[in-house]
């Protein structure tokens, strides 16, 4: 399987960073869907990319449009949206699916496809978290999904304008572990393209390692304003993280994904990153709507749903939730 038409739905700062790098791969033609400002900058200057203070700016030509009926059906769809943005996306992604589409999901959280054909008893249940009336799911059909978990920061300088930081793992796998001939030639497309791409045997275990870390310090970030260095050096916060931390590794365990750590393992790993804003921090700074849903309200769901209990995560699920209701940034109750 070759993938010589490649989309990007959402050219923010990981999928711009994604698509830039892609587009410079024979053979591949790069389009985007994009609105606003980040619609005209494409339509200028096309997708630009800095991948460190000594590079030259990378500038690549893109098709773009606001619809995805102008850019037709595609080989690869990398959806590199926020999770509260993601039901629109299923609204108009249909024009870009044909027979044999892959959908790479390049995006922070719990997808929605997380226990499609795993969990054992539990596989193929629904998550009304992520996705509470079933329709992202109708749009985007089980066979074309392929999972990607992302270890790069990325920020952006301006619409359509990326600047690479650090980091340059991607990690991708078929959610039903299978070694499939399209996972092989989308891992050597991604190798080929400069990522330090791995293919993974289980994508959910992987997915659920990077949530360990981050579905507590990004939302205690946002509710008390503070780099990830002053919230781990708090030991009553860093207690209370790793109580959070200790019930979503229960729940791991609980449908097959055991994580071999305990949280100051973690926690460790976390400070070698050095004092910085995560990114619902910087959500809730540009008023942007926040991942809860995604990052602890799917932890909750899946504890009652293999009957762990939560108590850590629904108080910071609660707290977290009514202050960003407060400020607009979440649906009311």
Known sequence: ????????????????????????????????????????????????LQMGAETPLLSVPVKTSAQPADLGVQDLVVIAVKAPALAEVAQHIAPLIGPHTVVLTAMNGVPWWFLQG???????TSLASVDPQGRIAQ??????????????????????????????????????GEVSPRVQALHALLQSAGFD?????????????????????????ALTGATTDKILNDPLVRGFISQVMLEAKAIGAAIGIPIDQQ??????????LGAFKTSMLQDVEAKRAVELDALVGAV??????????????????????????????????
């Not at 795993?118 to 193929?124: K, L, T």
């Not at 791409?197 to 970030?221: C, E, F, R």
Request: charged share 15%.
């Open 300 to 333: 909750r769901e899946l504890g009652q749903i293999v009957g762990v209990a939560t108590p850590f995560t629904d108080a910071l699920l609660g707290l977290a939730r009514l202050q960003a209701q407060e400020m607009g940034l979440y649906p009311a109750a």
């Open 118 to 124: 795993f969990g054992g008893e539990h596989a193929n």
């Open 139 to 176: 749009s985007i059909p089980a066979q074309h999904i392929m999972g990607c978990v992302v270890h790069s920061s990325c920020s952006l300088r301006g619409p359509a304008e990326v600047q690479h930081h650090f980091g340059n793992g991607l990690i991708i796998g078929e959610p039903s």
């Open 1 to 48: 399987m070759t993938f010589s038409k490649v989309c990007i739905y959402g050219a923010g700062a990981i999928g711009g960073w994604i698509g830039a790098r892609l587009a410079q791969q024979p053979g591949v033609k790069l389009s985007v869907v994009a609105r606003g400002a980040t619609l005209a900058a494409l339509q200028q200057h096309g997708l630009r």
């Open 263 to 272: 949280p100051e393992d973690r926690h460790a790993v976390t400070r070698k």
């Open 197 to 221: 791409a791995t293919l993974s045997p289980q994508i959910q275990k992987d997915t659920w390692y990077k949530l360990w870390g981050n579905m507590t310090v990004n939302p205690v970030s």
